[in-house]
T-cell receptor, first 111, second 114 residues
Framework: QKEVEQNSGPLSVPEGAIASLNCTYS??????FFWYRQYSGKSPELIMS????GDKEDGRFTAQLNKASQYVSLLIRDSQPSDSATYLC???????????FGKGITLSVRP | DTGVSQDPRHKITKRGQNVTFRCDPI?????LYWYRQTLGQGPEFLTY????????KSRLLSDRFSAERPKGSFSTLEIQRTEQGDSAMYLC????????????FGQGTRLTVV
């Protein structure tokens, strides 16, 4: 069983819209959750981290965590063409703080 | 530049050859990770160092793969007798050894085995 699931995608939204990216995880003891952005041919870039239930906002990005439902999401407000990328959900799964990644969701923002 | 640095950025090698990649983490970070990423997939964990100690290795890491971090600073990942299935992006990440901390990736090394 895959530990981190990102099933929706690819996702296409018009410029200025809200993009909603979802992720579920299976390990109930996971404590920290991250969103990485990866442009084609580049390495992952950390954009958000969240550790407790609720919302965390940073500029146009909002991460949402619900540990009871084992669900984490990323909202991108006022989407821009430069937001077009693959978004990777990552979960800390163990004492060594290694990350387990989903396969990613590809977002396309249409001008 | 104080980010994670990887070298080389690209490597093309013939099947059966050995290759070695280098990673220089962010200077104050004592946790170092190697991941491998293939097209359309998220990064997969390979191995983890805390300072110079290799504390965890993935089952994915066959005996052809070896990693070192001799002085707790830079790390090397060697693949012996490369196979076409080893073609992937090899990513290095580092983080602080303080609880639940964020990991930052280097630019990656793209390996192509022909």
């Amino acid at each position: 069983q895959k530990e981190v699931e990102q099933n929706s995608g690819p996702l296409s939204v018009p410029e200025g819209a809200i993009a909603s990216l979802n992720c579920t995880y299976s390990d109930r003891v996971s404590q920290s959750f991250f969103w990485y952005r990866q442009y084609s041919g580049k390495s992952p870039e950390l954009i958000m981290s969240i550790y407790s239930n609720g919302d965390k906002e940073d500029g146009r990005f909002t991460a949402q965590l619900n540990k009871a439902s084992q669900y984490v999401s990323l909202l991108i407000r006022d989407s821009q063409p430069s937001d077009s990328a693959t978004y990777l959900c990552a979960v800390n799964t163990g004492a060594n703080s290694k990350l387990t990644f989903g396969k990613g969701i590809t977002l396309s923002v249409r001008p | 530049d104080t980010g994670v640095s990887q070298d080389p950025r690209h490597k093309i090698t013939k099947r059966g050859q050995n290759v070695t990649f280098r990673c220089d983490p962010i200077s104050e970070h004592n946790r170092l990770y190697w991941y491998r990423q293939t097209l359309g997939q998220g990064p997969e964990f390979l191995t983890y160092f805390q300072n110079e100690a290799q504390l965890e290795k993935s089952r994915l890491l066959s005996d052809r793969f070896s990693a070192e971090r001799p002085k707790g600073s830079f790390s090397t990942l060697e693949i012996q007798r490369t196979e076409q299935g080893d073609s992937a992006m090899y990513l290095c990440a580092s983080s602080l050894n303080q609880g639940l901390t964020e990991a930052f990736f280097g630019q990656g090394t793209r390996l192509t085995v022909v």
